[in-house]
């Protein structure tokens, strides 16, 4: 009589491998579920946090006060008056989120975005003194404790980046006129 309990040698091995080899693949599977069924929302989500975070910022504008008379703009927008600065920025921050979520022209706002990024850091956020690397890397943070708050800015500015560089993804605006241009 022989004894069912246990599993012979061989098929308790078996049943060992098959279950490393679907350990392995699990990893290699998943990565191609993303890649065929959710990975044109990675640009659309970008695009959508990007709109809430300037789009706020420029909603903020167009019912506040202008602060920017207080401010040292970089060269060139040194040259332009506080009060069409104000005006150009509001504009971009309400017009670029709108362009950004339907995923039209969105590497031009993407980069237009880049550079208002570029002039708040210098304008704002940058540690109006610091004399080490140190003291400059405690302005890497969300608060200004007197170091600056260049932390927010350099983080959008990698994100508008990505967008500059891979475009709106498919679902966009973009992706569709690109599509009807190619059918022609």
């Known amino acids: 009589m022989t004894d069912h309990s246990l599993p012979d ?29 959710v ?33 040292t703009f970089p060269f060139p927008v040194n040259l332009m008056s506080a009060d069409l600065n104000w005006t150009l920025a509001t504009g971009l921050e309400i017009i670029a989120p709108v362009a950004l979520v339907l995923g039209l022209a969105t590497r031009f706002f993407s980069l237009a975005l880049m550079v208002l990024t570029v002039v708040a850091i210098a304008a704002v956020h940058w540690p109006a003194e610091w ?6 890397w405690k302005g890497y943070a969300i608060t200004d404790q007197g170091y600056g708050n260049y932390k927010l800015p350099l983080i959008y500015m990698l994100m508008l980046c990505s967008l500059v560089f891979s475009g709106s993804g498919r679902i966009s605006i973009d992706n569709y006129l690109k599509s009807k241009t190619a059918a022609r």
């Open 131 to 136: 004399h080490s690397i140190a003291e400059l």
């Open 39 to 71: 990975k044109d929302l990675a640009p659309f989500s970008l695009r959508l946090l990007l709109a809430y975070e300037f789009g706020e910022a420029g909603l903020e504008k167009l019912n506040g006060d202008n602060w920017f008379a207080d401010l």
């Open 9 to 37: 040698s061989s098929c308790f091995a078996c049943v060992i491998s098959t279950a490393i080899n679907r350990v392995c693949a699990f990893p290699g599977e998943m990565s191609r579920w993303f890649e065929n069924n």
